[in-house]
């Protein structure tokens, strides 16, 4: 069998299976490559603190008023905000049954409280388990069908990479004749003809971006994957580190978190996201991760401290990171583009609904050869 023949037939039965996923895919993915930016557009009564005049209350101050809002049934374990602007602090409360099928039975609860620091006013509860954003995710990453919709949807997209390189095979031409007419869509011809052309030219030029964003895709949705990347990148088996614990043995400092936020203040680079693990766990530390560049994961610094103390328990700052960790650390900007800033947002979201229009271009060619053979 000719390779063409083969890639054709390939091409085809692998189209047939993932088609409806990869439009999926391509739809949600496609929104949220300018999830954060649509966010405060959309949200602006959320993230814009109202009357921003002061200093902002301490962290424990606005914690307890996001407490108070949400009651004793829904701890808060999670804070997010970026100091030296006038933005809400938003803290999050979350509750998962890992014995849950599908999403809408996975979590039980997922809120977010919308404080303004300046005030401690509540600007808003969002039920955040049926926020629009969080939705559209849950559907890219397991199409609310839990772990099931999980393999899926990952699998969906090894498909889609092998259906790009059999595409790539049916493309290429023959002859420097047969190449003229595959870099530009004969818009004058018939619809059957300019749907093939679409399908064919289309492909051809975002063949590279959608591989690349593809591949990413494969190793934020493997395990396995991201393991063996890391072993690569870093060429030695990751050394084993304790488990890094808060200590209950000690006495408990009512304002711990006042010297942990006094701490963090006090780091030579500390602007950016702050995303605050605050876990109900009793060893658990809390844990603030800096995100320096709050459009990407590329810089980033962690420290940890004792919940109970506000002693420093570890720290690995922005410097520390080694050229491996970070280039780990770029696949889900890869993915929606973000690496190449708003450039490559625009091109991962162009490639991303032009992916999802493959299944159906290339299903109306299948339908259109079927009723020419009958």
């Known amino acids: ?120 006013h509540i600007q808003y509860i969002e039920n955040s388990k049926w926020e629009f954003f969080q939705t559209v995710l849950q559907i890219h990453n397991e199409l609310l069908l839990g772990e099931a919709g999980h393999q899926i949807t990952a699998w969906a997209t090894v498909i889609f990479v092998v259906m790009l390189i059999t595409g790539m095979v049916l493309w290429w031409p023959k002859s420097k004749a047969a190449a003229k007419q595959r870099f530009s869509v004969k818009w004058k011809a018939k619809w059957r003809r300019v749907n093939y052309d679409i ?22 949705a493997f395990e396995t994957v991201r393991k063996q990347v890391k072993l690569a990148v870093t060429s030695s088996k990751p050394k084993k580190e304790l488990p890094t614990l808060s200590d209950t043995t000690g006495s408990v400092n009512p304002k711990a978190l006042d010297l942990i936020e006094r701490n963090i203040a006090q780091q030579p680079a500390h602007s950016g996201l702050y995303m605050v693990s605050l876990p109900e ?13 709050p459009t990407n994961y590329l810089q980033k610094s962690q420290f940890f401290f004792d919940k109970y103390t506000g002693k420093q328990l570890k720290a690995k700052p922005v410097e520390q990171w080694t050229g491996a960790e970070n280039f780990l650390n770029m696949f889900y900007d890869i993915h929606i583009g973000k690496v190449l800033g708003t450039t490559g947002q625009i091109l991962a979201f162009i490639a991303s609904l032009f992916c999802a229009t493959l299944p159906v271009t290339g299903f109306y060619i299948w339908w259109g050869r079927k009723k020419k053979k009958a």
């Open 281 to 293: 766990a009793k060893l658990a530390p809390v844990v603030f991760t800096i995100m320096h560049n």
């Open 1 to 120: 069998m000719k390779l063409k023949k083969l890639a054709g037939k390939i091409h085809l039965w692998l189209g047939m299976t993932s088609g409806l996923v990869v439009f999926i895919l391509g739809i949600t993915g496609a929104t949220f490559c300018f999830e954060t930016e649509l966010r405060y557009l959309i949200y602006a009564n959320r993230y814009i603190a109202d009357s921003p005049k002061g200093k902002p209350l301490p962290l424990r101050v606005l914690k307890a008023k996001a407490q108070e809002a949400l009651g004793v049934g829904h701890p808060v374990m999670f804070a997010l905000y970026k100091p030296g602007t006038n933005e809400t602090y938003r803290f999050r409360s979350s509750k998962f049954n890992s014995e849950g099928i599908t999403y809408f039975t996975r979590i039980v609860y997922y809120r977010t409280v919308y404080v303004n620091p300046f005030t401690g």
């Open 199 to 220: 399908h064919n030219v289309g492909g051809f030029y975002i063949f590279l971006l959608a591989l690349v964003i593809s591949i990413a895709g494969i190793f934020l």
